[in-house]
């Protein structure tokens, strides 16, 4: 058992009381390994998202400042936004050690593996509770870790949107006919399901969307829920507001580390940024739940008119999007492999999420709609 | 502020400092915020639940190995499941300061104060992700933390079991009338909801199940979901299998300190025991929803008999909590005030949930049904 550590950490008191006057002599030799655990480190953190987006930034924060506090403050983490705002070149500074941290979403990194969008969400994938439990309890985190590690990265869960929107159109969309030749707004596999359907995809940074909507270069975009949705404004040159955004059923970010960096780290704090993530990771589904509804409200009062997707825009969504996995796995095997895992997976827990989950909510909605 | 504890337990640097040992000299002098700031501590840590509730139990033991790595096991607790069973005696114990930690579901505590069933389920309460967010970001955490403190507790969710089944029952409900006179094992607030329906409610440790139901001196008995359940065997003498639970739509667990050790721990040990909880929090939400799905394979493939409750149940169950939640409120202003705070969460939780998650859920499980 340790006595006194060698910077003074700590001191226990039954070595105080029976090592008595002498201790600053041979009583501090045994421990050295303490002084170890505990050294003053200070990274910086980049987040792929820009500080408005305060959910999404202020889930790094949250993770800095639970590390800090956990560590009295030797373990300082400084968080800023990305400055290219480049998303890939984030993760290519983590994995060359040039940055120490990143926030952001893996499947921002289709352009490095398509595997890595399975690790956020794909169209037609699992539920936020369902990825959760893939990724925990299921053996997805080490999966993809596996992945990850070839680009010298290591990746945590780190939040959670929930099931996102279906974006902002300018038109009603009635059937696939009305896809065709639409202007959306749209990234990643998300965008590759669509444009198989019709749809001219294309990315565009959020700051612009409002402009090329009114201007009418653009026919409709879609972003995350209705806190995030609310800042740009869009009920205003866009108003009908689909659900749901099939290719987000439950988004999850990440938190990523430099792969050298983190195994480096004491066991001791990476056990702490581990509980620091995980915290974060409920926080953010937390911060969701419970700031979409009202803002929900605020943009149907501001004129956005709710729209479900026509079911024959799902049934073809999902036979493309099935379309898509095939090709990309008959190239990838390891993205055949996780999305076979997937598969396996959500055939498994929509079994049961059918059972009590669904028809526990369908009841209280239905009963909330009565009054 | 103290300095060292009533039992020995912890020592403050400074204070020994000048306490007049004089000990270490003067090298010892720089250190003593960081000396106070890591004690070594041995706690205590008893669940309500048995170690054959593998789920459960083991959440307990995940929170104290988190402690233990973060600290360099300075901070170690030791788990065991309560002597007595009785989750009662069990928080009382925590709130004289004779034990330091509990495991344990608020909603044992109707004999303390019905307000303490709000934080963990109360029947056509919300969902787990949406008392989740009510917790940790609606105000909810606080709200009952004053009302623990009262009782010299404070609390953190430390897991969710997600929507419960209605349990095993040894003849079909089809309708309000099958339940007069129904035997039925279970507590709390939805055993007052099914009295009024006309249950004959009681209680009965969950080893003696099996051998009531047989001896047909029990009718039906609800415990938690598939993946408890199963150790029961139920399946074999009420092979009728009810969902969902709806007097527990999203049950959460809570850790439990005494309220004064909680506020004397050091401010990082308090950082790293509130992360840990949320990373069991998290956890064990993980892990039933990753289990329950072949647990409910295995049990339909041994006979079980997956069946809805009635909606015309539903409706009246429904009915009769609202009478039983406007009597409580009608003597206890806490229950009154804290439920009106749920009933408004829910409200607006239920409008947003309705649009993007459950839409999405609605299309998977019917996409799955069509294979």
Redesign the interface.
């Known amino acids: 058992m340790v006595g006194?550590s060698v910077?003074?950490?700590?001191?226990?008191?039954r070595d105080?009381l029976t090592?008595?006057?002498g201790?600053?002599g041979s009583a501090a030799v045994a421990a050295p390994a303490?002084a170890q655990?505990?050294p003053e480190l200070r990274w910086r953190l980049h987040s792929a998202f820009p500080r408005n987006l305060d959910a999404l930034y202020g889930a790094a924060e949250l993770f800095a400042r639970?590390v800090a506090?956990?560590?009295?403050n030797r373990f300082q983490i400084e968080v800023a936004a990305a400055p290219s705002g480049e998303p890939a070149a984030l993760l290519d500074s983590v994995g060359a050690g040039t940055l120490e941290m990143a926030y952001s979403a893996a499947y921002y990194e289709v352009g490095r593996d398509p595997t890595y969008a399975l690790a956020t969400a794909i169209p037609?994938g699992l539920?936020?509770?369902?990825q959760?439990?893939?990724?925990?309890?299921?053996g997805a985190l080490d999966l993809f870790n596996e992945i990850f590690a070839k680009s010298k990265l290591y990746a945590l869960p780190g939040g959670n949107t929930?099931?996102?929107?279906g974006g902002w159109f300018r038109r009603e969309v009635k059937s696939v006919a009305d896809l065709q030749g639409l202007r959306f707004r749209i990234a990643g596999l998300g965008a590759q399901v669509l444009a198989k359907l019709g749809v001219a995809t294309q990315t565009m940074p959020s700051a612009d969307l409002y402009a090329a909507l009114e201007g009418k270069t653009l026919d409709a975009a879609e972003w995350i829920?209705?806190y995030d949705d609310e800042k740009l404004g869009l009920n205003k040159v866009a108003p009908f507001y689909y659900?749901?955004?099939?290719w987000e059923?439950g988004s999850v970010m990440h938190f990523w580390f430099n792969a050298q960096k983190w195994a480096e780290l004491p066991?001791?704090y990476r056990?702490?940024a581990?509980?620091?993530a995980?915290?974060v990771?409920?926080?953010l589904?937390?911060?969701y739940?419970?700031?979409?509804?009202?803002a929900?409200?605020r943009l149907v009062g501001g004129g956005a008119q709710?729209r479900?997707f026509p079911q024959e825009v799902?049934e073809a969504a999902?036979k493309a999007a099935n379309d898509i996995y095939a090709d990309i796995g008959a190239k990838n095997p390891d993205f055949k492999r996780i999305h076979d895992a997937l598969k396996a997976f959500?055939?498994?827990?929509?079994?049961?999420?059918?059972?009590?989950?669904?028809?526990?909510?369908?009841?209280?909605?239905r009963?909330?709609a009565r009054g």
Chains 1, 2 share one sequence.
Do not use: C, H
């Open positions: 006194i910077d003074g950490e700590s001191m226990k008191r105080i090592a008595g006057i201790l600053a303490v655990s505990t639970l506090e956990a560590t009295d037609f539920n936020a509770r369902q959760n439990a893939w990724m925990l309890q299921g929930g099931t996102q929107m829920g209705p659900y749901p955004g099939f059923g066991k001791a056990a702490i581990a509980a620091a995980a915290s990771n409920g926080d589904q937390a911060k739940d419970a700031r979409n509804p009202a929900l409200r709710l479900p799902m999902l959500r055939n498994e827990e929509y079994l049961w999420f059918q059972v009590a989950e669904y028809t526990y909510d369908n009841f209280m909605i009963a909330r």
